[in-house]
């Protein structure tokens, strides 16, 4: 039997980046359900993607934060559409992301 203190998390390249770039926001350990959650935000064939979690387990600083910052900083994808049920919400994502991948290019050269 596997507990939890043992289990380890599988990261993908934008989640180690985004450990690195952004610990302000990932101020945890990421657990399986962030990686998932990346991993399928990386593969090119998924188009769309659903997931259910929580209030306040990571899924907006993930997809909504970490892996644009991560596409535009690594020159992955030039463009990226980020919909949300309000425009405040979705304004917020995108002034967030600003700020954050400045922090991000200046510290990665």
């Known amino acids: 039997m596997t507990t939890k203190a043992s289990r380890r998390?599988?990261?993908t390249a934008a989640l180690e980046w985004a450990m690195e770039f952004l610990p302000h926001y990932l101020?945890?350990?990421p657990c399986g359900?962030?990686?998932?959650l990346m991993g399928d935000l990386e593969n090119a064939d998924k188009r769309l993607i659903a997931r259910v979690a929580p209030r306040g387990h990571g899924k907006?600083?993930?997809a909504c934060l970490a892996y644009p910052l991560w596409c535009i900083c690594e020159q992955k994808r030039?463009?990226?559409v980020i919909v949300t049920h309000e425009q405040g919400l979705a304004t917020g994502f995108v002034r967030?992301?600003?700020v954050s991948r400045r922090a991000a290019?200046?510290?990665?050269g």
């Open 27 to 29: 101020t945890e350990s």
């Open 105 to 108: 290019q200046a510290t990665s």
């Open 33 to 36: 359900f962030h990686a998932e």
């Open 96 to 98: 967030t992301r600003t």
């Open 78 to 80: 030039r463009n990226i």
């Open 60 to 62: 907006s600083v993930i």
């Open 9 to 11: 998390v599988e990261m």
